[in-house]
C-alpha cells in the first residue's frame, strides 16, 4: 500500500529466510559468534549476500526493466536483515550504495563490523540509514549502549565522506508494526 503512493517507482525483492530453529540467525549472520544469549551461530550470511550480489540480482536486472548501476541499488532490512544491510553496504559498497538499517542487530558482532569497516572501501555517495526503538531495549543504559554503537559507525562514514541518518523512534518497538512506520523517513533519506 505505501509503495502504490509513493512518489518513485522502486522494484523491490523480499526474501523469506528459513524460520525453524535458528536457521535465521545463522542465514543473516556474516559470522562465527558465540553470544551469550543466543549462543554459538555459525553465520552463513556472506553465502546469501554473495547469492543475491552474483546470481539474484544480475537475474532480476535481465528480467526486470532496471536500471543495473550502483546508484540505483540499495539493500534493507529488520534486526538480523538490518545487521546484514549494514555488512553488505560495507563489504559489497561497489554494488550498493545506500542500506536501510532497521534494528539492526550490530551489536551482536561488533568487534568483526569494526574490523570489517576498517578494510572497506566506501565511496562517498553512500548513504546510511539507521534506526531503532526506544522500547526495544531496557532503560537509558540500553538505549545509550543501542546508540553509542550505531554512533561508531556513524562517525566512521562521516570520516570516509559519506553520510547516515540516525532515527531513535520513541517508543518503537522490534516488529513489523513498528518498523512499517518508518517507510517514509528512510525512503526520503536513501533516494531524494
Not at 97 to 108: D, F, V, W
Amino acid at each position: 500500500d505505501f509503495l502504490d503512493n509513493y512518489d518513485k517507482k522502486l522494484i523491490i525483492v523480499g526474501i523469506e529466510c528459513n524460520h525453524e530453529e535458528n536457521r535465521r540467525l545463522i542465514e543473516y549472520c556474516p559470522y562465527y559468534v558465540n553470544h551469550s544469549l543466543l549462543g554459538e551461530i555459525k553465520g552463513e550470511g556472506d553465502q546469501l549476500i554473495k547469492w543475491i550480489v552474483y546470481e539474484l540480482k544480475p537475474y532480476i536486472d535481465e528480467h526486470y526493466r532496471t536500471d543495473v548501476s550502483r546508484d540505483a541499488t540499495m539493500i534493507a532490512g529488520c534486526s538480523m536483515g538490518g545487521l546484514m544491510a549494514f555488512y553488505t553496504v560495507i563489504y559489497y559498497n561497489k554494488y550498493f550504495s545506500k542500506a536501510a538499517c532497521i534494528s539492526p542487530s550490530i551489536s551482536m558482532c561488533m568487534e568483526e563490523l569494526k574490523n570489517e569497516y576498517t578494510q572497506a572501501k566506501i565511496m562517498e555517495d553512500t548513504r546510511v540509514y539507521f534506526s531503532f526503538g526506544t522500547d526495544e531495549v531496557k532503560g537509558k543504559n540500553g538505549i545509550q549502549w543501542m546508540l553509542n554503537n550505531i554512533l561508531y559507525f556513524n562517525d566512521r562514514l562521516i570520516e570516509s565522506n559519506a553520510s547516515s541518518y540516525i532515527n531513535v523512534v520513541e517508543k518503537g518497538q522490534h516488529n513489523e508494526a513498528s518498523w512499517q512506520l518508518e517507510n517514509q523517513i528512510y525512503l526520503d533519506y536513501l533516494w531524494k
